[in-house]
């Protein structure tokens, strides 16, 4: 079955750590997003990629890093300099034309030790 | 600049009854615009899409939207409420020129027994 698998499903980072969260998609999608949840506060960007080892800040991409060596795979790094990191991570892929939704992995809940 | 609200943060539908989830939209050129159900701890399915054409749009399990070009509406609707429709729903629309999409805040719907 094509999709979008995001990994590890939970995540805990201790001070000053930087953690990785997967995303990986088999659908051939050229475009990859990454989106932060928070109660009330819908969906925010923080870092789309168009193109393999070319990607775009979002909305909120300070504190956060990312890269695109391979079509299928755009990890997200979220940094030590990310003071509020608790929230729930959502990668989605499209394939590009304006007609087409967008599909969404299942999230990566991260939380603070 | 381009929007999408949901003017709704919660809806309650009894069960059996029609349902109806709001959103407008502010966007220049055609608008591409989307509907979204999120179940718990889950990420985003997809539920329909409007591009052009009937103003009417079918979707998955039952819905269906509404678009409306002089109110800027696309409002989500269902004939008869499920208790399994209650989740949290997002519309969207795809930022004209751009890889981006824009979302609603989301709207909790609470189809009640």
């Known amino acids: 079955d094509g999709g979008i698998t995001q990994s590890p499903k939970y995540l805990f980072r201790k001070e000053g750590q930087n953690v990785t969260l997967s995303c990986e998609q088999n659908l051939n999608h050229d475009a990859m997003y990454w989106y932060r949840q928070d109660p009330g506060q819908g969906l925010r960007l923080i870092y789309y990629?168009?193109?393999?080892?070319?990607?775009q800040k979002g909305d909120i991409a300070e504190g956060y890093s990312v890269s695109r060596e391979k079509k299928e795979s755009f990890p997200l790094t979220v940094t030590s300099a990310q003071k509020n990191p608790t929230a729930f991570y959502l990668c989605?892929?499209?394939?590009?034309?304006?007609?087409?939704?967008?599909?969404f992995g299942d999230g990566t809940r991260l939380s603070i030790l | 600049a381009q929007s999408v609200a949901q003017p709704e943060d919660q809806v309650n539908v009894a069960e059996g009854n029609p349902l109806t989830v709001k959103c407008t939209y502010s966007v220049s050129g055609n608008p591409y615009l989307f509907w979204y159900v999120q179940y718990p701890n889950r990420g985003l399915q997809f539920l329909l899409k409007y591009i052009t054409g009937d103003n009417l749009v079918k979707g998955s399990y039952g819905f269906e939207a509404e678009f409306n070009k002089s109110q800027t509406s696309f409002h989500l609707k269902k004939p008869s409420a499920l208790v399994s429709d209650s989740a949290l729903y997002f519309c969207?629309?795809?930022?004209?020129?751009?890889?981006?999409?824009?979302f609603g805040t989301g709207t909790r719907l609470k189809v009640l027994a």
């Open positions: 990629s168009q193109i393999v080892n070319d990607f």
């Open positions: 989605a892929s499209s394939m590009g034309t304006e007609n087409q939704p967008q599909h």
């Open positions: 969207a629309v795809r930022e004209t020129g751009t890889y981006k999409y824009i």
